[in-house]
């Protein structure tokens, strides 16, 4: 991710998520920069292309999981939604080192 310059969005993918989650474009761009966030690659999903998974948070403290691949050093969000109690879980255990530097 690194390596990354921006996002492409998908009208489909990103009605899709508005219309299914109320996820907007921009909540989704934010768990990008707010620090902690989780990243894993969806290794399950990644038949076609690698997708990668990410838990993190928007500006607004929501806590999202958003899966995602990289095209041409750009972020391609392919779904998101709200955490469910699995993955709260996982990322609290995951980040409660960080919030302790």
């Not at 909540?27 to 292309?49: G, K, Y």
């Amino acid at each position: 991710m690194n390596s990354c310059i921006g996002f492409q969005w998908d009208k489909g993918n990103s009605e899709k998520n508005w219309e299914k989650h109320k996820v907007t474009k921009n909540e989704c761009e934010q768990v990008f920069f707010n620090l902690p966030f989780l990243v894993e690659e969806d290794t399950e999903h990644s038949i076609s292309e690698k997708r990668s998974y990410i838990l993190g948070q928007t500006d607004s403290r929501r806590f999202l999981f958003i899966v995602f691949t990289i095209r041409d050093q750009l972020i391609r969000v392919i779904s998101a939604r709200d955490m469910n109690k699995k993955e709260k879980e996982i990322y609290y255990e995951q980040t409660k080192k960080y919030s302790k530097i």
